[in-house]
């Protein structure tokens, strides 16, 4: 099993004071006779829905030598375990969670923006200190 992002516990502590139960952590998908590990699962139950939202997170801290090469590697980890869900588990929505910091000073550049609109990833930012969710992104 991968060794834990450094800033796990903090999304999921702010996971759970936004109101998601943790169903998995991880949540392990079989994609053919592979497993891939998402970092956490989880569900919200809705009042006016029956069923409730359930969601996949993977959590990165951006804490690398090199920004740009650490979003290569998160985007393609998202591909495929977008392509792994929607084989297994097609309800669930994949969200990339980013610190803050990192979101504000490379997430919001052009180049990052237009990769993200184009791959639609969906994003939760969220803040070291205060731990919390400040953000939720879908395209």
């Given amino acids: 099993m991968p060794a834990r992002d450094i800033f796990h516990q903090h999304v999921k502590h702010a996971l759970v004071v936004d ?13 053919g006779t ?14 006016a829905e029956k069923d409730g ?3 996949a997170v993977e959590i990165k801290s951006f804490l690398g030598a090199s920004v740009i090469t650490d979003f290569h590697a998160a985007l393609g980890q998202l ?3 977008r392509l792994a869900l929607e084989l297994q588990d097609p309800h669930r929505t994949l969200y990339l969670a980013v610190p803050m910091d990192t ?5 919001l550049q052009p180049f990052t923006q237009t990769i ?3 791959y639609q990833v969906a994003m939760i930012v969220y803040d070291t200190e205060t731990v919390e969710v400040l953000q939720w992104i879908r395209w």
């Fill in 19 to 31: 109101g998601w139960t943790i169903t998995d952590d991880p949540l392990t998908v079989q994609f």
């Fill in 34 to 47: 592979t497993d891939v590990y998402i970092d956490l699962g989880a569900e919200k139950l809705i009042a």
């Fill in 53 to 55: 939202r359930t969601i």
């Fill in 79 to 81: 591909l495929n375990y």
């Fill in 103 to 107: 979101y504000s000073t490379f997430f």
């Fill in 116 to 118: 993200l609109q184009r």
